[in-house]
T-cell receptor, first 110, second 115 residues
Framework: GIQVEQSPPDLILQEGANSTLRCNFS?????LQWFHQNPWGQLINLFYIPSGTKQNGRLSATTVATERYSLLYISSSQTTDSGVYFC????????????FGPGTRLSVLP | DARVTQTPRHKVTEMGQEVTMRCQPILGHNTVFWYRQTMMQGLELLAYFRNRAPLDDSGMPKDRFSAEMPDATLATLKIQPSEPRDSAVYFC?????????????FGQGTRLTVV
């Protein structure tokens, strides 16, 4: 099946710093999503991004499908950005829906 | 405000008891997923449905788990009998197919503790 890796596993930032999170996947995919799991456990959609670049406020994401990776950029980080960031990929013909990566745990310090 | 609704939010039960978790998907969504999250295994797909038909439940222990969609507004996940190793957070997500892919939205989860 598809393997999904995320790096780094843990990241500690000072408020205001920028960061880049990476998601690598082992095969071509139909879909990729980024999620933020906040400290209360809620999984929040960030981006639906099978390819290309999207931006939403201080967050942006780029997926290079041909090279099998996606990047999530967080600029001017805030303490509310803390939590775990997951990428999940979908490959329909394998019948594997939304295989999640292990996540990157982000802590933003005031 | 469209959202996926899961009930109950928390459940504590004794080993051997039946547990039923419910999910109301977002209106108009045609795909429903069930995931289990533990510290050790992360997020694991248990089952998913498209247009109420089960498409994949290979991640689900068949001897004790069952998933159904009696109608388009309700999905259920049952565990019978429950065991302490079933303790986890169970998430339901619903999705809408877009350009060949599915954008998924998650509920708040049911935290299950089996003692």
């Amino acid at each position: 099946g598809i393997q999904v890796e995320q790096s780094p596993p843990d990241l500690i930032l000072q408020e205001g710093a920028n960061s880049t999170l990476r998601c690598n996947f082992s095969d071509s995919v139909n879909n990729l999503q980024w999620f933020h799991q906040n400290p209360w456990g809620q999984l929040i959609n960030l981006f639906y991004i099978p390819s290309g670049t999207k931006q939403n406020g201080r967050l942006s994401a780029t997926t290079v499908a041909t090279e099998r990776y996606s990047l999530l950029y967080i600029s001017s980080s805030q303490t509310t950005d803390s939590g775990v960031y997951f990428c999940a990929v979908e490959r329909k013909d394998y019948g594997q829906n939304f295989v999640f990566g292990p996540g990157t745990r982000l802590s933003v310090l005031p | 405000d469209a959202r996926v609704t899961q009930t109950p939010r928390h459940k504590v039960t004794e080993m051997g008891q039946e547990v039923t978790m419910r999910c109301q998907p977002i209106l108009g969504h045609n795909t429903v997923f069930w995931y289990r999250q533990t510290m050790m295994q992360g997020l694991e797909l248990l089952a998913y449905f498209r247009n109420r038909a089960p498409l994949d439940d290979s991640g689900m222990p068949k001897d004790r788990f069952s998933a159904e969609m009696p109608d388009a507004t309700l999905a259920t996940l049952k565990i019978q009998p429950s065991e302490p190793r079933d303790s986890a957070v169970y998430f339901c997500a619903s999705g809408l197919v877009l350009h060949g892919g599915t954008e998924a939205f998650f509920g708040q989860g049911t935290r299950l503790t089996v003692v």
